[in-house]
């Protein structure tokens, strides 16, 4: 699966938009962008996926750039309850690569 | 909505003693695979499983592991003989493994403590 680079932390003022980018270079052409998240060590929660196009669905939007090396996860409008560790993945939905490859992550820190 | 359940969700052993994690996947989900996550560090997959048989493995998967799905509803991961550094937050997902989207859906975790 191809790498993926994530800022260490962000932060957002409640209410605002947050935008968390995810630069994945080496991206294959039969390879997803997947957006999960983990709060304080409950199980990581599945955000969005998109291969080429934009997606949106309830908890987010997901913005892929046209050469598809890199994406950005979009919370409308953030609440305190979406502080978390956001992890973008990169991986093929066919083949034995069906293992998810976390990284570090992106701990977004959303203030009052 | 349909959810991964994980039970204990907290479980205390001595080094040496077996254990038995068990989650119950989605009802229609034909993937199932365990991930474990070391305190403060990242999630790490060991096993995934299909048609009941392994279909992956990461080398922490070693011999002292094993899955199980000895029903229709369970999946279990035993680990035969703890020992302290397989203390770790324990996750279980599932996925349908169709063909256009395969996204994976994490339960709860356990939590397992080896003294």
């Known amino acids: 699966d191809a790498k993926t680079t994530q800022p260490p932390s962000m932060d957002c003022a409640e209410g605002r938009a947050a935008n968390l980018p995810c630069n994945h270079s080496t991206i294959s052409g039969n390879e997803y962008v997947y957006w999960y998240r983990q709060i304080h060590s409950q199980g990581p929660q599945y955000i969005i996926h998109g291969l080429k196009n934009n997606e949106t669905n309830e908890m987010a939007s997901l913005i892929i750039t046209e050469d598809r090396k890199s994406s950005t996860l979009i919370l409308p409008h953030a609440t305190l309850r979406d502080t978390a560790v956001y992890y973008c993945i990169v991986r093929a939905h066919r083949g034995s690569n069906y293992k998810l490859t976390f990284g570090k992550g992106t701990l977004l820190t959303v203030n009052p | ?115």
């Not at chain 2, 009802?27 to 305190?39: A, G, K, T």
């Not at chain 2, 302290?84 to 397992?112: H, I, K, N, V, W």
């Open chain 2, 1 to 115: 909505e349909p959810e991964v359940t994980q039970t204990p969700s907290h479980q205390v052993t001595q080094m040496g003693q077996e254990v038995i994690l068990r989650c119950v996947p989605i009802s229609n989900h034909l993937y199932f695979y365990w991930y474990r996550q070391i305190l403060g560090q990242k999630v790490e997959f060991l096993v995934s499983f299909y048609n009941n048989e392994i279909s992956e493995k990461s080398e922490i998967f070693d011999d002292q592991f094993s899955v199980e799905r000895p029903d229709g509803s369970n999946f279990t991961l035993k680990i035969r003989s703890t020992k302290l550094e397989d203390s770790a937050m324990y996750f279980c997902a599932s996925s349908t493994g169709g063909r256009r989207t395969d996204t994976q859906y994490f339960g709860p975790g356990t939590r397992l403590t080896v003294l």
